[in-house]
């Protein structure tokens, strides 16, 4: 029953724009995807779904929204006529060179559309991808290649003299990687088959000890990239879509601003069930997406990280 709710939902939620009140994303095809994967049911889904629609507009097929729409029905269209595996082949490669685009909300909304077997969904994720591209300045490195992401962004941090702040997330990195010292570490991150684990569960020590809005993304980004890599044609590309990601997210945490070394307070044991039960009662879309992503990491890997991030999240 509340798979049908869901299709439902994602489709009806097809006709808002992807962005609200000064380019703030939608989130509300990604949190209902991940409500419906915690448990929710279909009555859940419709009251998330009539809160969130209040602060939302439509897609517009004039002005600033014709050029969303365009892509949409483009994006459709060449589903419909390729396949999903063939698009994804083919337009993946290029989007993962920014795919840092709305703070990672293209990567994310595009994953979760996947996840949730929706092609109209895919193809409003791959149209505000595309929107909001962000390609980052990928200069070779001038420092020793480092295999660990803890003092490869230590090293990068401590070479940022100028102070993030001000702005949207994506506006705040785009600022962080024209930072000497970015270009200097931002591509000395090895990629090998360990990488996008590393990253994640980095990410999620970091959330867990700072509860920062920023890295919360890298958690909820480091989930979607892993979903969307073996949709990538080759190794190739596969290796180059982690470079663009690694300097994203290294983006992302010069934009955090956040002490790389804190410590997480006091773990209060919070199960899994528990944790789910608490986001499938919140009306915090981000809280909602990083308990999800944050246990579909822990069953991927392992270890605790991941349930410790949902943790700090539930508990505001």
């Known amino acids: 029953m509340s798979e049908a709710v869901l299709r439902e939902l994602l489709t009806t939620g097809l006709r808002y724009a992807p962005e609200y009140t000064g380019a703030l994303s939608n989130h509300l095809p990604m949190a209902l995807v991940a409500l419906h994967r915690l448990g929710a049911d279909g009555e859940r889904l419709r009251v998330f779904f009539d809160d969130y629609t209040r602060r939302l507009s439509l897609v517009g097929r004039q002005g600033a929204g014709q050029g969303f729409a365009e892509l949409q029905d483009g994006f459709a269209a060449r589903l419909g006529a390729e396949g999903t595996e063939a698009c994804l082949h083919a337009v993946l490669p290029g989007l993962m060179e920014g795919v840092g685009a709305a703070a990672f909300h293209g990567l994310i909304r595009t994953a979760y559309a996947l996840d949730a077997g929706h092609a109209g969904e895919l193809a409003a994720g791959l149209s505000y991808w595309t929107q909001r591209h962000l390609p980052l300045p990928a200069p070779e490195p001038a420092v020793p290649p480092q295999r660990d992401p803890a003092p490869w962004l230590q090293a990068l941090n401590a070479e940022i003299v ?13 600022e ?14 090895e ?40 949709r990538l044609p080759d190794d190739a590309a596969r290796r180059a879509a982690l470079r663009a990601y690694a300097r994203a997210y290294a983006a992302g945490v010069v934009a ?19 944790l789910e039960e608490r986001a499938r009662r919140s009306s915090d879309d981000h809280v ?7 246990r579909e990491e822990a069953r991927a890997y392992g270890g605790d990280a991941h349930r410790r991030a949902a943790q700090r999240a539930v508990q505001g």
């Not at 100028?162 to 785009?174: A, K, P, Q």
């Not at 920062?212 to 909820?220: N, P, S, W, Y």
């Not at 909602?288 to 944050?294: F, R």
């Open 256 to 274: 955090s601003g956040v002490v790389l070394d804190a410590t997480e307070p006091h773990d209060a044991g919070l199960s899994w069930a528990e």
């Open 176 to 189: 962080a990687a024209r930072q000497v010292g970015f270009e200097r570490h931002a591509n000395a991150l």
């Open 288 to 294: 909602i997406k990083l308990v999800y992503s944050a």
């Open 191 to 230: 990629i090998d088959a360990g990488t996008l684990q590393r990253l994640a569960e980095f990410a999620a020590g970091r959330y867990a000890a700072t509860r920062d809005f920023t890295v919360l993304h890298l958690v909820t980004s480091a989930h979607a990239m892993r979903l969307l890599l073996p």
């Open 162 to 174: 100028v102070r993030i702040e001000g702005g949207l997330i994506f506006e705040r990195m785009r």
